[in-house]
């Protein structure tokens, strides 16, 4: 797989960018890949050095829509952390 298809895209909120000052980084990624997959694309498409990989699954929320009360489930998400090596940043983490 290559970089894009592992990594969907970055997470855009308050937490992640507090994360990213202490050299943690948080991205959306591929519902089936795995930390190394996740390690291998960071390194390589950014070239630093990561040291830790945690990964989250976020369910999908139940939710009705329309009159007729249906219901429909939205996709789960994949969460990945990326813990870089001290002193080295992503300079375009948000881009």
Same mark, same amino acid.
């Given at each position: 797989?290559? @970089?894009? %298809?592992? #990594? *969907?895209?970055?997470?855009?909120?308050?937490?992640?960018?507090?994360?990213?000052?202490?050299?943690?980084? $948080?991205?959306?990624? %591929?519902?089936? *890949?795995?930390? #190394?997959?996740?390690?291998?694309? *960071?390194? &390589?498409? $950014?070239?630093?050095? *990561?040291?830790?990989?945690?990964? #989250?699954?976020?369910?999908? &929320?139940? &939710? !009705?829509? =329309?009159?007729? @009360?249906?219901? =429909?489930? @939205?996709? %789960? &998400?994949?969460?990945?952390?990326? !813990? #870089?090596?001290?002193?080295?940043?992503?300079? %375009?983490?948000?881009?």
């Amino acid at each position: 797989m290559a @970089r894009e %298809d592992i #990594l *969907v895209k970055p997470v855009i909120s308050e937490k992640s960018f507090a994360g990213a000052e202490s050299g943690k980084y $948080f991205f959306w990624v %591929d519902s089936k *890949v795995n930390k #190394l997959q996740v390690k291998e694309a *960071v390194e &390589k498409g $950014f070239k630093v050095e *990561v040291t830790d990989v945690n990964i #989250l699954v976020q369910k999908g &929320k139940v &939710k !009705t829509f =329309g009159r007729k @009360r249906k219901e =429909g489930k @939205r996709s %789960d &998400k994949k969460k990945a952390i990326v !813990t #870089l090596k001290k002193g080295q940043e992503i300079k %375009d983490f948000a881009k």
